[in-house]
């Protein structure tokens, strides 16, 4: 049966001798060392849950490969078996870049691991061989089950800087999780809504906070099924934005739109009649904003180029 790490690039080694090739690589053809080209700042464990799908995970994969050629990282993969009782089994993966500048050169390993769920201990011995011990660990959630997550509290995930997780695709039961360090949790959603606060934000900025609460009646955020996530970040945000207290914002909306497309949307209304409506468009990266703040409606388009995904990574662990 075609296992998760099959449908990853890297070459077949035994476990054990992955650190070994690894040194041996970088040696060079002449014993030249390369390891200036290969500075790692960063440990990043991506993790993927037995139901992920070979396309989803070589997506993923890009990502993290993509991320590393910005922040030099040892990319470490983990890839469940969906048959038990079975070895581990090991990859190696390795890419040199050239810069822009044609004189840069960056160079990323990846050492993928295919391992029984149940290894625990296994798990937790061997990913610790594998990491750079120097350097911070950043671990990133992919497809994995809240209840495996629970059971990597006392070993996998003790020492980790920031463990990420996209709430527009893994399901709500995630918000019960009981992470090792709640602080050190981040949402690759929220991330990705980092342009839209920025845009929104300029344009609320500019009207007094006296003007924005006086009269506010209610707030509604609509989304399509795919931005779930980032609509209860977006509801988040605009209560904090407008200064508006907890008990008010329990009991504002967050309406599932049913739409096939990549909308997402809110709509402030007051008790005189005024309004504050913002909403993406698919497949386009220009935004309609419309109020009424001052009695005339206004409404002008906003441009908002979202994150590439490795930027929604980098947003995500270190800000």
Known sequence: MLELIDSLPGIDLPVGAVSPELSKMWEGNNKEALSEFRASQMNLVL???????????????????????????????LCPFVEEEQPMRAKLFSQCFIGESHREMCC??????????????F??????????????????????????????????????????????????????????????????????????RQAVGQYLSGYPIDLLQKDLSSIEVK????????????????????????????????????????SLGFKILYKDNRHITWASQAESNTTKFEHSLLGSVKSFPIRIKPLLPEQELAEAFYF
């Not at 990323?108 to 201990?121: I, R, Y």
């Open 47 to 77: 993790h993927f849950g037995k139901k992920v799908d070979g396309a989803t995970a070589r997506k993923r994969f890009e990502v993290a490969v993509r991320f590393a050629q910005r922040y030099p990282s040892r990319i470490i993969v």
């Open 108 to 121: 990323c390993e990846a050492l993928l691991l295919g391992f029984t769920s149940e290894d625990n201990g």
């Open 223 to 262: 989304f399509a099924p795919n931005r779930k996530g980032e609509a209860h970040h977006l509801l988040e945000w605009l209560g904090k934005c407008l200064g508006l207290d907890s008990e008010f914002m329990s009991q504002q909306k967050l309406t599932d739109s049913d739409a096939n497309d990549s």
């Open 123 to 196: 798990l937790f011995n061997q990913v610790s061989v594998w990491l750079e011990s120097d350097l911070p660990t950043y671990h990133w959630f992919s497809g994995v089950r809240p209840e495996r997550i629970e059971n990597y509290r006392d070993n996998l995930l003790q020492r980790v800087n920031r463990m990420a997780f996209d709430s527009n695709i893994e399901p709500s039961i995630w918000a019960t999780i009981d992470w090792p360090n709640p602080s050190r949790v981040t949402d690759l959603a929220k991330a990705r809504l980092l342009p839209v």
